[in-house]
T-cell receptor, first 113, second 117 residues
Framework: AQKVTQAQTEISVVEKEDVTLDCVYE???????LFWYKQPPSGELVFLIR??????QNEISGRYSWNFQKSTSSFNFTITASQVVDSAVYFC??????????FGTGTRLTVIP | DTEVTQTPKHLVMGMTNKKSLKCEQH?????MYWYKQKAKKPPELMFV???????INESVPSRFSPECPNSSLLNLHLHALQPEDSALYLC????????????????FGPGTRLTVL
């Protein structure tokens, strides 16, 4: 069975602070992919990153960075120097190749100006 | 073109109405999805179409009827809905698992906000 846990329900930070969103997953598959999606108030889910289970290299894209650790089954997401436009709900998700995404419950991030 | 479009953006309907939600993509994706999302919850998978054939139905009530008329279009026909069906309905597409694309990201449309009175 697949399970994705995002223990942080809501986080508030002041603009320009760094913030890390946690994601812990469970799966018995050896091959899987992990994803992060952003859902702003408009409702559309925006794809941010995909990481496969064999690639534990961290990734940085501008102010965003991701830390994947198989040893702890975690795939955490850090936003550096947060901005008001980062305010959204962020979902971590897992795909085991079966045309299906298993979503976590999401973390609502509020960046206060 | 990496866009998934959905119409209408908002829909209000009575419990006796029949309406349809529409979704379109032109990325050549052969897997298309319907999700239902209630407030403050993650999206819940409803249906998956693979090469225009229904491959996953997550025990959705028959008052929701999906249709995939061609590889670019996905419809969701609604009939005799209940107030608890009010939600954001999201469409998504991706490469299909059979083409080795099952691990690929899904691209989502902006959703239809449905209110059932």
């Amino acid at each position: 069975a697949q399970k994705v846990t995002q223990a942080q329900t809501e986080i508030s930070v002041v603009e320009k602070e760094d913030v890390t969103l946690d994601c812990v997953y469970e799966t018995r598959d050896t091959t899987y992919y992990l994803f992060w999606y952003k859902q702003p108030p408009s409702g559309e889910l925006v794809f941010l990153i995909r990481r496969n289970s064999f690639d534990e290299q961290n990734e940085i894209s501008g102010r965003y960075s991701w830390n994947f650790q198989k040893s702890t089954s975690s795939f955490n997401f850090t936003i550096t120097a947060s901005q008001v436009v980062d305010s959204a709900v962020y979902f971590c998700a897992l795909n085991n190749g079966a045309n299906n995404l298993f979503f976590g419950t999401g973390t609502r991030l509020t960046v206060i100006p | 073109d990496t866009e998934v479009t959905q119409t209408p953006k908002h829909l209000v309907m009575g419990m006796t109405n029949k309406k349809s939600l529409k979704c379109e993509q032109h990325m050549g994706h052969r897997a298309m999805y319907w999700y239902k999302q209630k407030a403050k919850k993650p999206p819940e998978l409803m249906f998956v179409y693979s090469y225009e054939k229904l491959s996953i139905n997550e025990s959705v009530p028959s008052r929701f009827s999906p249709e995939c008329p061609n590889s670019s279009l996905l419809n969701l026909h609604l009939h005799a809905l209940q107030p608890e069906d009010s939600a954001l309905y999201l469409c998504a597409s991706s490469q299909d698992q059979s083409a080795g694309g099952g691990y690929n990201e899904q691209f989502f449309g902006p959703g239809t906000r449905l209110t059932v009175l």
